[in-house]
RNA sequence: GCCUUUGUAGCUCAGAGGUAGAGCACUUCCUUGGUAAGGAAGAGGUCGCGGGUUCAAUUCCCGCCAAAGGCUCCA
């Protein structure tokens, strides 16, 4: 009896009943069976060793493929688990799988700690184990045999684990000393395991529960080959130099102030300029596409959250309410602009032909982070939104969103960010309990995002279940320049505001309806997007956002005068240009433009002076020769206009 | 909030149970120089904050604050 075998290219090939993906690899080349990790067998991932269940289509995966990767460090989590066993006996495991980056194991030591100096011990009994080519011995056990084998070993969380398993279903899976509970799939041994690194420790609930015990989880990495390793440790290194913590501290953006309070960014000049120029390319980007302004307080009475259902919601974690000297009067801090904007509509009687109705607004808001929560400028106290609400027709939902989703792309060409994809998130195809608003009003939302992110040819992804109870959403997902993936740019459709705040129009049918709001941030926080654009740009940024264009170098203080004169001519043609006067030697002035990043430096020494030229070096380029003042500002002009080509419309 | 780690000059970091050090930055002077660090001198620290142990604490212990890596949640 054989079995036939259907390759990716579509080639068909026959194998002895029993054959497993291996003894597929082995016929096709020896190398390629060195490679395999495990297979797509019918398009489930199994391990490579196990028997084909008869005629079947196979994808022998490698490291090539995420999947590949993803059975690597699954093994990988359990050969950690087995080196923990060997060096801490009587550890008991949660779950250990493999991750976007490597893969990590959740362990509860009992009363030993684990710190970053045992890191090395863990790994060198990784490779010891490693290198003696363990072979995964898959196996399927009865419930009461797996019950007994962990009751055995003491170890609660699997039993709990097994416990939520159906008989029949349960699988264990061997390597060397060490048995642990898993669906697989795995490596068919430890020896593709080149090269690993426990990353680093922290504690994590028991099946992520606040009430549960905190176990204690080791991150780590492998790869097949050593140099991958070094690799991937370059790449940690420069994420390490790109932190927008780092930068922010180098370049002199912002800084925190113990006295002043955690997750309270204070901007510095520079820091500020980003800002501003920030909110200045999205306003003038929003006149062009209709939008008003608006301006709120930071505070209002906690009644408008209660009204808004934002107390009941979030009024636990918000900073607690101001009271006054009015008996029973309570304010709060700002935690969202949405409530005031609705109010900004209910001021008067609006007409369909006022809709939509878009205001904007760069509104700073606080909402109470845990102060484990904190994380430089992505994720703070207090910070600012480049918020807007569109009021609309639901009729209108679709167009608006084919012009936000422009606004968003704008951003993105602006800055570089030229790798993303868009999820719509939509509701739960079963349960439709949990939201608010018609049945009717959703479906048209729904096609209407979907319809809008085809229109702008926007890669897509659906997930169904993810939309606010309020209104279905789409969330633009960017990969950085060192591929780190970041959820930057939102736009939601909301029900529930509108109602809960009795908003009305009067049709063409003289009727009162209720408006459709849309609420879109795309840069979401403007210190959240600072921080991505820093960490994206490694602190060189666009020469329309540098805070400082060009600095004006002169070779000795002899040429001071003739730099102001220069400084002078850049500022008329809206160049923003600083002079470095110290009493420095040239090649110091440059180093240290040079490592304040800043696009161009301008010397100025006698040659210069009697020419009336400047000289120009371009940061990270060196020198580009002399060029009149005006020559310099056609090429700063043709620069931004390049790097903002297809924002301008 | 919880777990692990950390906190010494503006920055990066060394150090030790007997009340502190380097480099850079800063100030002054010399130097007036041509594409990534010129030279000299000087100033600068209650060793995160508060308690405890000790003859003596910045060092050891406890508490708090802040930061880092995670967990959880997110309008």
Redesign the pocket.
Known sequence: MKINVTLPDGTIREYEQGATAMDVALSISEGLARNVLSAKVNGEVRDANRPLPGDCTVQLLTWKDDEGKATMWHSSAHLLAEAVEALYPGTKFGIGPPIENGF?YDIDLGDK????GDFKAIEDKMKELAAKKETFVRREVPKAEAIAYFKEKDDEYKLELIDGLEDGTISFYTQGNFTDLCRGPHLPDTSPIKAMKV???????WR???TRK?L??L?GISFPKQKELDEYLVLLEEAKKR?H??LG??LDLFT?S?KV???LPLWLPKGAALRERLINFMKTAQEKSGYVQVATPHIALKQL?ITSG?YE???Q??FRSISTPHEGEEFMLK??N?PHHCEIFASRPRSYKDLPLRLAEFGT?Y??????????LT?VRGFTQDDAHLFCRPDQVKEEFVKVIDLVLLVFRALGLNDYEAQISLRDKVDRSKYIGSDENWEKAETAIIEAAAEKGLKTFIEYGEA?FYGPKLDFMVKDALGRRWQLG?I?VDYNLPERFELEYVGSDNARHRPVMI?RAPFGSLERFLAVVIEHTAGRFPLWLAPEQAIIL?????FNETAHRVGELLKECDIRAVIDE???????K???A??AKTPF?L???????GAGTI???E??Q??L??MSPDQFRMLVEERIKASLSGAVH
């Open positions: 990590y700690v684990i710190g970053d990353l680093s420790v922290a504690g994590a609930y992520g529960d606040e905190q204690t989880r991150y932190d913590r780092k501290k180098e925190f113990e309070g955690a997750g959250y934002h919601k979030y009024g974690d918000s935690p969202m949405c808001v909402r109470y982070e845990q102060s484990g929560e904190l994380h430089g994720r606010a939102t939601q609420h002169p070779i000795s203080e002899k110290r009493n420095e030697k040239i090649g110091r440059i180093r240290d040079e490592m430096m010397i100025i020494g006698e040659k210069e002076a000289s120009v070096r940061h990270g060196g020198d020769g002399p």
